[in-house]
């Protein structure tokens, strides 16, 4: 049974950071792809960033602006994002998400967390 779990979400002023973490559990992959999501109301889920099996990063600079950073844990399981100088346009749902491969679609990530709200 797959399952991501995040956490570090919540309310923070604007300039502020925050640390996201994604603990997987379950996954027959010793290194997936993962990534992390976002999706505001009334959005689209929109890609942050995403760390490949060898940990090629890949950011977006439309989110982020060079604010946020990925990383991984390979022992823990576990993916961070870091997010510093955040905006209020960040406040969204953050979702963790996994594949065995790294798709190019957002939503053929095969494994999915329940999501951490961050609210700027």
């Known amino acids: 049974h797959v399952q991501l779990v995040e956490s570090g979400g919540g309310s923070v002023q604007a300039g502020g950071s925050l640390r996201l973490s994604c603990a997987a559990s379950g996954i027959l992959y010793s290194r997936p792809c993962m990534g992390w999501f976002r999706q505001a109301p009334g959005k689209e889920r929109e890609e942050v960033a995403r760390?490949?099996?060898?940990?090629?990063?890949?950011r977006y600079a439309d989110t982020d602006k060079g604010r946020f950073s990925i990383s991984r844990d390979n022992a823990r399981h576990t993916v961070y994002l870091q997010m510093n100088s955040l905006k209020p346009e960040d406040t969204a749902m953050y979702y963790c998400a996994a594949d065995g491969g790294c798709p190019r679609r957002v939503l053929d990530f095969a494994y999915w967390g329940q999501g951490t709200q961050v609210t700027v």
């Open positions: 760390i490949s099996s060898g940990n090629v990063i890949t």
